[in-house]
Structure formats: structure tokens, C-alpha cells
């Protein structure tokens, strides 16, 4: 699945569920939380996949409010990453 793809998904699935009313600050604490969760599960295969799973929807609920254009922000920090190791 494309990230576009996967961001039109999640973006339809929250209008439908109610949660693209979710504030920003609601959303970047709710991945806080995960990160936290994330840090003490090392050992942990399908909790991380879990949590892992759980930030892509985070970011992607973000990612639909900002209009965000994944390929175009990609290509430019690949290009960045690129001259940052030469």
C-alpha cells in the first residue's frame, strides 16, 4: 500500500469513527505515550510491531491535517541525508 494510500485510509476511517477531531496536542501526546511504551518493550517482537503499527496511524492522522505529500518529503531528505554523509 502507498503511504498516500494509507493516509486517505486512515483519514476516512477517522472522519466515519469521529476521530479526526482529535486535537494536534492530543495526537503528539498520544505518541509520546507510545514512544515511552516503545522503550521498555525491546525484548518484545509483536508489542513493537503493535506500537510501531499504532505511531504510523498517529503520524498519519497528522500527516492528512498538514496535507502532508509523503514522496515529496522523502525525496528531499534522502537529498539532505545524501549530502550530509559525503
Known amino acids: 500500500m502507498k503511504l498516500s494510500e494509507l493516509k486517505n ?3 476516512n476511517f477517522d472522519k466515519r469513527v469521529g476521530w ?3 486535537e494536534f496536542s492530543q495526537l503528539v501526546g498520544f505518541m509520546q505515550e507510545e514512544l515511552d511504551h516503545l522503550k521498555s518493550s525491546a525484548n518484545d ?3 513493537v510491531n503493535h506500537l510501531l503499527t499504532d505511531l504510523l496511524v498517529l503520524i498519519m492522522q497528522t ?3 498538514y496535507d502532508t505529500d509523503f ?3 522523502l525525496a528531499k531528505w534522502f537529498k539532505s541525508a ?3 554523509i559525503k
Open 82 to 84: 545524501e549530502q550530509e
Open 71 to 73: 514522496s515529496s518529503e
Open 45 to 47: 517482537k509483536d508489542r
Open 63 to 65: 500527516a492528512y491535517r
Open 9 to 11: 485510509q486512515i483519514q
Open 20 to 22: 479526526d477531531k482529535t
